[in-house]
């Protein structure tokens, strides 16, 4: 996703006027008018430029570089046109302002790494969103997690969990221009935080998107080892299964294997009697005739989803009437015995992925 676009009135550079981020402009644009009574000048387009392309974020080195000038920072602060999430680090509020978190995410970890330097890049937690790995708790919209090696003495930042974790240039990686630790030291040091629910729920979600392959898994078990909860990690592993596409698959799951009911197959395909797709299914358990499905929050409770279901439903049926479906929710998550119980369950209107 690209950086939000200036607001009305904000000048930027034209397309062959490309500012470097912390370099100086070689002629700072200003707009050509003052504001009336006071003589106040308006912020320059080149500095507008470089927060546009850092999510709405600028270093005061960067701002400087463009020609503005301490007292410009104090007047945009204290008028609220800009804030200070960081020391030494502005942002720009009309560039800010998307609601979308993942946008809000982007603008935190580019603004705390603004403020650590160009020793430091997201990890943990904060990489993992970064990389969209799916399964952890939601973003407080505050704490991002950088990382700093050999940081020696622990510096304290506002809204910034800091580590020191040893990592070597080779783990490091850009994306959509922050720096970051790659997928898999991302999910090493992630799993070490988080208890097995979730840690399994990431496993799967690296696999599904490719962003680890199964031949990596064991690389990153041995270079976790010797680290506070590497023996539990390389237990989790065992129940990790890529064919999941969601961490409420992953969750379901891991009810049924530690009842004792693990699914047969995964997205598991049904035919018609001409050879046809008629839908695929999260869990199939053969020996039941029983269905799972995942009901998640998400397009399948639209309309025309929800038409394009029941006739998936309807052919199911024809071509495989000794089937059972049952369907399971969040909620069935705050009482196992639910998903546990749902074997039992008689035929119900449920949503066939696909």
């Given at each position: 996703m690209n950086p939000p676009e200036p607001q009305q009135g904000l000048r930027t550079p034209g397309p062959g006027a490309s500012v470097a981020p912390g370099r100086p402009a070689s002629a700072p644009q200003r707009s050509n008018a003052l504001s009336a009574g006071r003589g106040t000048r308006t912020v320059p387009g080149a500095a507008l430029a470089i927060a546009a392309r850092q999510y709405g974020?600028?270093?005061?080195a960067q701002a400087g570089s463009t020609g503005v000038t301490k007292s410009d920072v104090r007047r945009l602060v204290r008028n609220g046109e800009w804030g200070r999430p960081h020391t030494g680090v502005y942002s720009v509020r009309t560039l800010t302002a998307s609601p979308d978190?993942?946008?809000?995410?982007?603008?935190?970890?580019?603004?705390?790494?603004?403020?650590l330097g160009p020793n430091s890049f997201a990890g943990g937690e904060t990489a993992a969103r970064l990389w969209e790995m799916q399964g952890l708790p939601l973003w407080d919209g505050r704490t991002v997690h950088m990382v700093i090696p050999a940081l020696g003495a622990q510096r304290h930042h506002h809204r910034i969990t800091l580590h020191s974790w040893p990592t070597s240039p080779e783990e490091v990686t850009t994306l959509h221009g922050i720096r970051l630790t790659n997928p898999g030291r991302t999910l090493r040091d992630t799993l070490l935080r988080v208890d097995r629910e979730t840690a399994v729920c990431l496993m799967d979600s690296v696999l599904h998107q490719g962003l680890v392959l199964d031949d990596e898994i064991e690389e990153l078990e041995l270079a976790n080892r010797g680290r506070r909860g590497c023996v539990n990690v390389r237990r989790w592993w065992r129940l990790a299964d890529g064919r999941a596409e969601s961490p409420l698959e992953t969750r379901v799951r891991l009810i049924c294997v530690d009842g004792g009911i693990p699914p047969t197959d995964l997205q598991h395909r049904f035919l018609d009697g001409h050879g046809r797709a008629i839908g695929v299914a999260d869990f199939w358990w053969e020996e039941q005739q029983l269905i799972g499905e995942a009901d998640g929050l998400g397009p399948h409770s639209l309309p025309q989803a929800l038409l394009r279901d029941r006739e998936r439903q309807n052919?199911?049926?024809?071509?495989?009437?000794?089937?059972?479906?049952?369907?399971?929710?969040?909620?069935?998550?705050?009482?196992?015995?639910?998903?546990?119980?749902?074997?039992?369950?008689?035929?119900?209107?449920?949503?066939?992925?696909?």
């Open positions: 974020v600028l270093s005061w978190t993942k946008t809000h995410l982007r603008t935190a970890a580019m603004a705390a790494q603004l403020a052919a199911l049926q024809r071509w495989h009437p000794g089937v059972r479906i049952v369907r399971f929710t969040w909620q069935d998550l705050e009482h196992t015995e639910n998903v546990l119980k749902g074997q039992g369950a008689t035929l119900e209107v449920v949503s066939i992925n696909r």
